[in-house]
């Protein structure tokens, strides 16, 4: 119970000054993002060993900065589209650590994340995708954007899942302890950086660089 309290206060501090400096954009975020991507790189250089794994979390590092900014530079719909990614990941996160303690079952990759079950994973993405439903219009057309939740639930837990499987390769249980509750700023921020580069990439493909939010908001 005292590592929830832990987390639970750790996210009533960081989620509205996430949420406060995508609304306020300009260097905030840009500062938010750039201090984020600069612990998650000194964790992941103390963490492993090997030059290729130093590119790769560099290359890392920097996609944790660059789709966030490429998305909110989009002035049209950039805060929308942060927004809409902060829903996704904190609900699949939520609950898929309170349904995955609750019910249990069998595990979703035990041999990567051994806590981790598939009531866990299946309630995140069906909560993210209803939630997201019950927004109603706010974030685009209704059908389309629930999809997106859908397929952006089930991306922000791969990440998960690749940032576990990145530290059990170095025998760590924890990418540091940064964050009381929740270990280190990778460790809290591994599905929503795999959300952002996946909605980055459909919203340039869409719309550009220039609109890569109105890319992945306008059905």
Not at 55 to 83: E, H, N, S, T
Not at 128 to 140: D, E, P, Q, R, W
């Amino acid at each position: 119970m005292s590592n929830l309290a832990l987390r639970a206060i750790s996210t009533i501090v960081l989620a509205p000054l996430a949420v406060l400096t995508a609304y306020l954009g300009g260097w905030p975020f840009a500062l938010f993002w750039a201090a984020a991507a600069i612990a998650v790189l000194w964790e992941w250089v103390s963490l492993v060993s090997g030059a290729l794994w130093i590119v790769a979390g560099i290359a890392y590092a920097c996609i944790l900065w660059l789709a966030p900014m490429l998305l909110r530079a989009d002035q049209a719909g950039g805060f929308k589209a942060l927004l809409l990614l902060f829903v996704i990941v904190w609900t699949t996160d939520v609950l898929g650590y309170f349904v995955g303690r609750t019910i249990g079952g069998p595990k979703l990759c035990a041999a990567i994340s051994p806590k981790k079950t598939w009531s866990g994973a299946i309630a995140g993405a069906v909560g993210a995708t209803l939630v997201v439903l019950l927004l109603g219009s706010y974030f685009g057309s209704r059908n389309a954007i629930a999809l997106m939740a859908l397929l952006l639930s089930v991306v922000a837990q791969l990440g998960d899942l690749l940032e576990s499987w990145v530290k059990r390769q170095f025998g760590a249980k924890d990418a540091s302890h940064l964050i009381p509750g929740h270990g280190g700023v990778m460790d809290r921020l591994d599905g929503f950086w795999a959300a952002a580069l996946i909605g980055c990439l459909i919203g340039t493909l869409r719309g550009g660089l220039n609109h890569a939010a109105t890319g992945l908001l306008v059905w």
